[in-house]
């Protein structure tokens, strides 16, 4: 059954410390996409990766790192310098061509 | 650069009224268009998408959405809303390949009376 899977669904984390977020996808598609999403923001773009070992910052990179090791695979980290962490991140991939994107069903990160 | 507006911000109808959510857009060549609907705490599900061709496009759940070039508009109706199709929905503009992610509007967020 081929989708996008991120996890965990919900993460807790401390001021000052990093955490990474999950995202694999079986889909074979070339890109991936880290979406942030605030309520009434709509979803802002942190990073994007077209091919493995390739990747773009979007409008919102301050604070967060991500690695493209494999296709199947674009982590994200959240670091300690990103002020407002607390939010809720979707992983997505696509269809290079087109840009139609599949989502994975995302993960809740709060800071306490 | 492209961008996408949803002027409206929260719409509440009638269980089996009719819907339609407006989407405008900003881009210099034909866009590549999407609606997504996103229920809470979950990720977005494609509804509909429009690349060329047909102006009038179908998508799941009943949903269809018109592509107007000369209104810059991308709107998605449907005939009849049921309680489920309560939830969340974003329009976005893609610019093909080899280009960045697709931008998104705001969202709408659909209320559905009984």
């Known amino acids: 059954d081929g989708g996008i899977t991120q996890s965990p669904k919900y993460l807790f984390r401390k001021e000052g410390q990093n955490v990474t977020l999950s995202c694999e996808q079986n889909l074979n598609h070339d890109a991936m996409y880290w979406y942030r999403q605030d309520p009434g923001q709509g979803l802002r773009l942190i990073y994007y990766s077209q091919i493995v070992n390739d990747f773009q910052k979007g409008d919102i990179a301050e604070g967060y790192s991500v690695s493209r090791e494999k296709k199947e695979s674009f982590p994200l980290t959240v670091t300690s310098a990103q002020k407002n962490p607390t939010a809720f991140y979707l992983c997505a991939s696509s269809i290079t061509k087109t840009n139609e994107q599949f989502f994975g069903p995302g993960t809740r990160l709060t800071v306490l | ?114």
């Open chain 2, 1 to 114: 650069a492209q961008s996408v507006t949803q002027p409206d911000i929260h719409i509440t109808v009638s269980e089996g009224a009719s819907l339609e959510l407006r989407c405008n857009y900003s881009y210099g060549a034909t866009p590549y268009l999407f609606w997504y609907v996103q229920s809470p705490g979950q990720g977005l599900q494609l509804l509909l998408k429009y690349f060329s061709g047909d102006t009038l496009v179908q998508g799941i759940k009943g949903f269809e959405a018109e592509f107007k070039r000369s209104q810059s508009s991308f709107n998605l109706r449907k005939p009849s809303v049921h309680w489920s199709d309560a939830a969340e929905y974003f329009c976005a503009v893609g610019a093909g390949t080899g280009r960045r992610a697709l931008t998104f509007g705001s969202g709408t967020r659909l209320q559905v009376q009984p």
